[in-house]
């Protein structure tokens, strides 16, 4: 049987050969004493991408946007942040776990937050109620099928921000994807957020890893509380190496998985059954909903897996497919077909 055409998500990627080679060969070191010239290098570099200070590497995004919270915020305070957002409904309440803070939603029907929402969301420092400490940007929005924030609306919510004395972290895990569709270097869209964090293991291919940057303090403090959290590793450049390719070789290539997601759109948008605006899909995540079939998204699931296809159920009607560098155009062809025949299938059984 052929290998399954796994549209999961864009972590289930396999590293290639250059990284397999390039991991065997790292020069390494202690890098908990600061002496791995690999995990130093891929630092530098990852800091000079991103246009900013410094940078820090950390085994999971999760990981980084902890400590990019914990930066910006001090006990006790609120963070805005949109409905849907990774920090918010996947990271184990770690806000309140490790920065102190609680979550102070706000929906963006596009998973785009703006600053006209996050205005209304502040709350002052005062008797009554709890300051806000900071704004976390996702970018682009993973629940929200993968949504681009525009440059000016991440500009004016940094400046707005900024005149008030509040912090803003973008959880980037998917930034390079943002980059690519705005056609803008990955820099410009940072240039105003205090930290972002960003996956090499997403849609860079890295089998391990994430950055988070922002200035020379901020970085030196946050080194520490990945310490505290039990991610101080040692000869850690075998997975710096990896990522050194991921952040080199692979941003070009995003495209390629942009035009095959938008492939999945548009055919999907002629299916009975399955409910999706194609002209929505600006990066690698489509997200479709199936009420139409009858069919809840475990079982979607399940026939799709019996036809070679992995894809995952996102709420109580909509499915997600990400495309990656482990899918092609013909998988992603391969998988049309299957859906179809899903949705074929169920609809001469109920007819
Ligand atoms: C938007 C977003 N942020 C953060 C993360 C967390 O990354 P990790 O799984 O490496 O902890 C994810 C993972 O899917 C994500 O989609």
Redesign the pocket.
């Given at each position: 049987m052929n290998a399954m055409i796994d549209l999961r998500?864009d972590?289930v990627t396999m590293p290639s050969e250059a990284m397999r080679n390039a991991m065997r060969d790292a020069e390494v070191g202690d890098d908990v004493y600061g002496e791995d010239p690999t995990m130093n290098r891929l630092e530098q570099r990852a800091a000079a991408i991103v246009g900013k200070e410094a940078a820090l590497f950390v085994p999971?995004?999760?990981?980084g946007?902890t400590i990019g919270i914990k930066l910006n915020t001090r006990h006790g305070q609120e963070v805005i942040c949109e409905e849907r957002a990774?920090v918010f409904d996947?990271e184990l309440s770690m806000m309140a776990w490790f920065a102190g803070c609680l979550a102070r939603p706000v929906r963006a029907a596009d998973g785009v937050l703006r600053w006209s929402a996050i205005r209304d969301a502040i709350r002052p420092d005062g008797p009554h109620c709890a300051g806000t400490g900071c704004i976390s940007l996702?970018n682009t929005h993973?629940m929200a099928g993968g949504a681009v924030s525009p440059l000016d609306v991440v500009e004016e919510i940094c400046h707005e921000a900024h005149q008030r004395g509040l912090r803003v972290h973008m959880?980037g895990?998917?930034v390079f994807n943002a980059a690519c569709a705005l056609g803008v270097e990955v820099s410009e869209v940072v240039k105003d957020v205090d930290t972002v964090m960003f996956?090499l293991?997403?849609g860079l291919g890295a089998p391990v890893g994430?950055m988070l940057a922002g200035t020379a303090d901020a970085i030196h403090q946050g080194r520490l509380y990945r310490k505290r959290l039990g991610g101080g590793m040692r000869q850690a450049g075998v997975l710096a190496a990896a990522g050194l390719i991921a952040l080199e070789q692979m941003p070009a290539r995003l495209g390629q998985d942009h035009a095959n997601a938008r492939v999945l759109a548009h055919a999907l948008e002629a299916i009975p059954g399955v409910a999706i605006d194609a002209s929505t899909v600006q990066t690698n995540i489509v997200i479709f909903d199936i009420s139409g079939t009858g069919m809840t998204p475990a079982e979607f699931s399940r026939r799709l897996k019996e036809r070679g296809v992995r894809m995952n159920g996102v709420g109580a009607t909509r499915m997600r497919a990400v495309t990656h560098c482990d899918v092609s155009r013909r998988d992603c062809e391969q998988a049309i077909e299957a859906i179809r025949e899903v949705c074929a299938g169920v609809a001469s059984a109920r007819a």
């Open positions: 998500s972590t999971t995004g999760t990981m946007n990774h996947w996702e993973n959880d895990a998917r996956c293991s997403k994430s």
